[in-house]
């Protein structure tokens, strides 16, 4: 259960691109220099983000990447999908030596995991680039705080989703 940096850099280039793109094309050259990300990783992304339709490129002089569709109608799940990313937490059970076993335990982690992996794919569909970019904004406008904060006990907590309750079995 682990986003790689190749899923980190494609959604922090395209809420980049989202950002300072105002309908006009970004170089990836500007993104590469704001975000520090090397300039050809960020080709490779932008290639796999252009072939699964979440960016356009406009070529010659002024030319660089735009949004292919609405900031709303873009999500984290389509951006993490289109560069290959994987984090379905029960991906490595299957097939495992673990099921062989075919144990009560098994079975209960098994369901847990699966059950985990739902939540996380529709927390990251439900979860638009622009509502990350909202978010940003309202953040800045409120004094010294970033993007996540801790509560009373000491616990971290998202600037983006209030908490989801408990999730039973």
Do not use: W
């Not at 406009?58 to 109608?73: E, F, T, W």
């Not at 009560?104 to 369901?111: M, R, T």
């Amino acid at each position: 259960m682990r986003l790689t940096s190749k899923g980190r850099y494609a959604v922090r280039a395209m809420l980049d691109l989202t950002t300072h793109s105002n309908g006009n094309p970004v170089r990836l050259q500007e993104i590469s220099t704001r975000q520090n990300i090397s300039l050809h990783y960020l080709e490779q992304l932008f290639r796999k983000l252009r072939n699964g339709q979440a960016v356009k490129s406009v070529r010659g002089p002024g030319g660089g990447y735009v949004l292919a569709r609405n900031q709303d109608q873009i999500t984290i799940k389509d951006v993490l999908d289109c560069v290959g990313e994987n984090i379905n937490p029960a991906r490595d059970i299957v097939g495992s030596e673990a099921e062989a076993a075919n144990s009560l335990e098994f079975h209960l982690s098994k369901n847990y995991f699966m059950n985990l992996g739902i939540i996380m794919k529709e927390y990251l569909a439900t979860t638009s680039l622009g509502d990350l970019v909202r978010k940003t904004k309202e953040t800045e406008a409120e004094a010294g705080i970033g993007a996540s904060s801790t509560d009373s006990a000491g616990i971290m907590t998202s600037a983006i989703r209030n908490p989801i309750g408990e999730i039973n079995q």
